[in-house]
């Protein structure tokens, strides 16, 4: 979280905490674990109404943001989630908002702009591809033009609450290189199949297009543009993860510190030897060092800077590593109980696992950057 | 003559940078290219220092020098914004960056802090003028880390002082005019108690100055040795027996300097002919055919990626320590990363460079520069405190963990033991 904040950002953080630890504590997060359907519906739209889909939506369609910077008021909102590794689809529907917001083709989407912001409807992001990464050329799943309709014929990988989503934002690929679509999870020829995954509340799902025909007011982007709008997909679900990762990382460090302080080994608290101390000091340093690159690449993404791109992936890189090294270390200086079934820090060991891979791996990170850079 | 009720506005930041750019472009030279030909002690010799007090009297007849300094000691009374603005403007000209440390970002800092009103007119707008670089006399050949154990001996003597004893790891002494010399005074109270911080003239009788030379040849660091030297009682910073009060701000700003975090530094901090990492590694990865080497693109990406990071993590910390979310000691945590940091681009360059960075033709320096800096990397945790005493300073000011035990906590400083 930037430590500068409008009293309105403090005060929407506030209201988002508050709903967010009477709402979905831990013992509710474990609860819906337990019930393995992902996150509550009524629970979201509640969230919706806070703001949480609305920030990137242009006041055209009835958004509006904080601070006047959409995206570093939902960073907010994505750092208190991860401190309570929260169920919901913040990331995706985020990003799928913004898209169709800022579409050239906005207006055909205007009721569905209005469902995500209402919370009514719940919509995600169809691109990576099986074993072919975030990167967009790999996309395979093919589109072809049918009388008035497209067909729409693949398989999408690692789609976030695909079985809890009415909408799905899928990249395909056309006679004339990229497009996206907005494509209903409902009609025909979808087929959902849920994974099994390591997140106990956040499912990823699979999801294959055998001849699903939509209208042509189906499209999003297509052409030349599609490229940037991606990449600008990218770029805000990167910036809201990272965020979210700061947060789990927090919360786990605070722990941390209070467990190594109320332990006594040798007469002694754990936090009293300066072997553990020069660790946490460690620690706190990566942690800071994560919160200020997040920071960086929050605001170069939300001014649309000619950094965006390369601080995105220097926060990804950087926080998608760190932040299990963190919570692994953390594990450590709890002993035995933190390997335990009971104990919480497993949840966030999870979710900071699952956001390593997810949107692009620190090794892919790295790779992107050194393009960027000009090696 | 300004009306009663006139207000000292500060110019605000864009109209401060269209006059500093315009006014740079028109007084300072350009850097010289680098070419990674020039030998190391081009940058510090002699003829470098002078170079230096010149550019900085340019930089004060201009009205751009001390800019974060207030207006009563000939500074530009600006915001640490200014500054910034200023360093964004200045990328690229000949600055006098030698006199960024410890002069103004450290000596400076702490005489404004906690030195007297005659002290400051006097000594801080030497410097602003360019007419007086200070040094630090903090270690001593018996403790380091362990500041507050120095032995260096002062005894009053009337309206003097009298040291005697050695200071070590002074940079740049031997281009001093004056030196932060912190001596013991008191040898019945415990060890941070009987301290007293001097403005030590250092080209006095009594003063004896040696050069230490480096593993890499690098020879800015002096030691010194106090035969009967000299001082004021005037020259006192702060209270008599109150030294490490001002040890310890001095160290705040050594460490906020070391860490990139200080607003009086002008320009960049230091090494002028540095290249930057990240262009000199992927220039050779061109050269040597490696370019799509997915591990070595990696490698220099990670290296680009610390290098950027730590400017966040700079940004955030002086954000955090300016508000009060950060407690002031937060200054560690940029000390430690840079350290740290350090380490492993230094790591990486060896590891992508391979032997290209490891030798070089007769008479050039070339790319060894990457191996010699390599083999004296570990200064960068050492330098401006080391990363041990860092993570202390983390872990115990800044988290609240308990304090190490002390030895020689309340014990009159005669009967500490000391290294024989």
Not at chain 1, 79 to 91: D, I, K, T
Not at chain 1, 123 to 137: I, K, L, N, Q, S
Not at chain 1, 219 to 239: C, D, H, K, P
Not at chain 2, 232 to 257: C, D, K, L
Request: one cysteine or more.
């Amino acid at each position: 979280m930037e430590f500068e904040l409008t009293r309105d950002q403090q005060l929407f953080r506030g209201t988002t905490k508050d709903f967010l630890e009477q709402e979905a504590s831990l013992l509710k997060v474990r609860e819906l674990a337990e019930a393995g359907g992902g996150f509550d519906r009524d629970w979201w739209r509640r969230g919706a109404e806070l703001g949480w889909v609305s920030m990137l939506v242009s006041a055209e369609y009835g958004g509006d943001s904080i601070s006047g910077s959409g995206l570093r008021d939902m960073a907010l909102v994505a750092e208190e989630m991860g401190r309570l590794v929260s169920p919901g689809p913040l990331v995706v529907t985020n990003v799928v908002a913004a898209a169709l917001s800022e579409s050239r083709f906005s207006a055909a989407h205007s009721t569905v702009i209005e469902r995500l912001m209402s919370g009514e409807s719940v919509a995600t992001y169809a691109m990576c591809e099986v074993d072919r990464g975030w990167d967009p050329a790999g996309t395979q799943l093919l589109a072809s033009p049918e009388g008035d309709d497209i067909v729409l014929t693949g398989v999408k990988d690692l789609v976030e609450s695909a079985d809890q989503s009415e909408y799905m934002l899928v990249t395909a690929r056309c006679a004339d290189g990229l497009a996206q679509y907005l494509v209903p999870t409902e009609l025909p020829g979808v087929t959902v199949t849920p994974l099994t995954g390591i997140d106990l509340v956040r499912k990823f799902s699979r999801v294959r297009f055998d001849g699903v025909r939509i209208p042509r007011s189906a499209l999003v982007g297509s052409g030349a543009e599609t490229e940037q709008a991606i990449e600008r997909q990218l770029q805000i679900a990167i910036v809201l993860q990272c965020a979210e990762m700061v947060g789990v990382v927090e919360r786990v460090f605070e722990n941390t510190l209070q467990w190594m302080s109320d332990r006594y080994s040798f007469g002694r608290p754990l936090s009293s030897y300066q072997a553990l101390k020069h660790r946490v000091a460690d620690m706190k340093m990566w942690l800071e060092a994560s919160h200020g690159t997040t920071a960086a690449a929050a605001r170069a993404v939300d001014a649309r800077s000619a950094e965006a791109a390369e601080l995105v992936s220097i926060a990804k890189s950087y926080v998608g590593s760190i932040a299990t090294d963190i919570i692994q270390d953390c594990v450590q200086l709890h002993g035995g109980i933190a390997i335990t079934w009971e104990h919480d820090i497993h949840l966030y060991l999870r979710r900071a696992t699952v956001n390593r891979v997810s949107w692009g791996t620190p090794s892919e990170h790295r790779e992107r950057l050194a393009t960027i850079i000009g090696v | 003559m300004g009306s009663p009720t006139e207000i000292d506005v500060i110019e605000d930041i864009e109209t401060f940078r269209s006059r500093a750019r315009e006014w740079i472009a028109a007084n300072l030279p350009l850097a010289k290219p680098v070419t990674g030909e020039e030998s190391e002690s081009a940058d510090y010799d002699e003829a470098a220092w002078a170079r230096a007090r010149e550019l900085q009297k340019l930089l004060y007849e201009g009205g751009f020098a001390g800019l974060c300094y207030p207006k009563e000691y000939g500074g530009q009374g600006l915001t640490p914004a200014h500054q910034y603005a200023f360093n964004e403007e200045v990328a690229g000209y000949e600055m006098p960056l030698l006199l960024n440390s410890p002069t103004f970002s450290i000596c400076g800092p702490t005489i404004l802090d906690m030195g007297t009103e005659e002290q400051k007119k006097k000594h801080l707008s030497a410097m602003i003028r360019g007419e007086e670089t200070l040094v630090q006399f903090l270690s001593e050949p018996g403790c380091g880390s362990d500041l507050a154990g120095v032995v260096t001996r002062a005894t009053r003597d009337g309206d003097v002082f009298v040291l005697n004893g050695s200071k070590i790891w002074s940079s740049w002494a031997y281009a001093a005019d004056y030196a932060l010399c912190l001596a013991r005074t008191d040898w019945d109270a415990p060890k941070h108690r009987g301290l007293t911080m001097f403005l030590l003239e250092v080209n006095q009788p009594g003063i004896e100055l040696r050069r230490i030379r480096q593993v890499n040849g690098n020879e800015e660091f002096c030691q010194e040795f106090f035969d009967n030297v000299e001082v004021p009682v005037s020259n006192v910073v702060g209270e008599i027996n109150g030294g490490w009060t001002v040890a310890s701000r001095q160290m705040f700003h050594e460490r906020n300097s070391v860490g990139g975090g200080s607003q009086y530094v002008s320009g960049r901090l230091m090494g002028p002919k540095r290249r930057s990492p990240t262009a000199v590694m992927a220039e050779i990865a061109r050269r040597t055919g490696r370019s799509d080497d997915r591990r070595v693109r990696e490698l220099i990406a990670e290296s680009h990626a610390i290098g950027r990071v730590r400017e966040h993590l700079i940004e955030r910390v002086v954000a955090g320590m300016r508000t009060e979310n950060l407690s002031a000691s937060a200054g560690s945590i940029i000390r430690l990363f840079g350290g740290m940091g350090h380490l492993r681009q230094t790591e990486i360059a060896v590891e992508v460079a391979g032997p290209h960075g490891t030798f070089s033709l007769p008479g050039t320096m070339g790319d060894r520069e990457i191996a010699e800096t390599f083999i004296t990397r570990q200064a960068a945790c050492m330098g401006g405190g080391t990363t041990e005493i860092a993570r202390n300073i983390i872990a115990e000011r800044v988290l609240g963990m308990p304090r190490e035990f002390a030895a020689d906590r309340d014990v009159p400083f005669k009967d500490v033991r000391r290294s024989r």
